[in-house]
């Protein structure tokens, strides 16, 4: 068993990733009421915490590299930190590049989702942060088997997965998003080659989506014309299910 896995980003209607880039409100709609609807939303879903790639973790955690001294040898199993009931921020970091300095992120208690090949060092200061962590296995590319790990070990039951492109694009590859929560902005960036919301790296062919079909069960516009998409994803007519 692993947790129901909600894609939930916000994008313009060119399916942009970074809001930053995205063209103004319109005259008479307020940008912060724009702004407000993706946490408003997120909050709809009950869910027990976030999924983050290892580059957009990196942007939110405050800490620095530190060695520690000593760090004993330990075995590559899971850790579980003091999560004092609070919502799980996960963060899919296979070389261990995040340093956080604090168990939280807004308050979210960390789990790093490593490979097995990181140091003993980092995973000290991991512990030693009151971070939580889990392995994917020895190239930390075991996602399956990491969300499976998030059910059993912190009965996790519902976690939304939100970004960046990269990481979702591995979660669609892997078949491991079981439904799209997307916020269309009243925007557009408009510029070739700018990262997308789902923007899969990998060989030049493969369809990550292959196999998948989406079913729309959701259309609503919200205030100030964001409109929002939400797609359950489905196995396609005569493909076999992702194991
Ligand atoms: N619309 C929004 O508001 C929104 C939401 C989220 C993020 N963002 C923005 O998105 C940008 C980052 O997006 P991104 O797509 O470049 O990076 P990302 O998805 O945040 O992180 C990608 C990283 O995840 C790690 N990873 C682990 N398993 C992977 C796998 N199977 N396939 C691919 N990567 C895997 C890799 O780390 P290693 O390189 O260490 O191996 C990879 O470089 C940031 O600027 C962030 O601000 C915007």
Not at 19 to 35: I, N
Not at 158 to 175: D, P, S, Y
Request: aromatic share 6%.
């Amino acid at each position: 068993m692993r947790p129901f896995i909600i894609c939930h980003m916000v994008t313009s209607i060119d399916g942009r990733l970074h809001p930053s880039r995205f063209t103004p409100a319109a005259v008479g709609v307020s940008a912060d009421v724009l702004r407000g609807h993706y946490e408003a939303v997120a909050g709809r879903f009950g869910a027990e915490g976030w999924i983050v790639g290892r580059k957009t973790m990196a942007e939110m955690a405050k800490g620095h590299e530190r060695a520690v001294a000593d760090a004993p040898a330990v075995a590559r199993e899971p850790h579980v930190a003091d999560q004092k009931g609070r919502s799980l921020a996960i963060a899919i970091d296979p070389a261990g590049r995040v340093h956080y300095g604090r168990d939280n992120i807004g308050g979210d208690h960390v789990v790093a989702v490593l490979g097995e090949r990181v140091s003993d060092s980092y995973l000290a200061e991991l512990r030693e942060d009151g971070v939580s962590y889990l392995f994917a296995g020895p190239e930390g590319d075991d996602l399956p088997g990491a969300m499976a790990q998030l059910a059993t070990v912190f009965g996790v039951r519902t976690l939304l997965l939100e970004g960046g492109g990269r990481i979702n694009g591995a979660f669609l590859r892997h078949g491991l998003i079981d439904e799209f929560s997307t916020l269309i902005h009243p925007a557009i960036d408009g510029v070739a080659g700018t990262p997308s919301i789902v923007d899969y790296d990998g060989a030049d062919g493969e369809r990550p989506g292959a196999g998948q079909a989406l079913r729309l069960i959701g259309c609503e516009t919200l205030d100030g014309g964001m409109v929002w998409l939400r797609h359950a994803v489905e196995q396609a007519p005569g493909s076999a299910a992702h194991g």
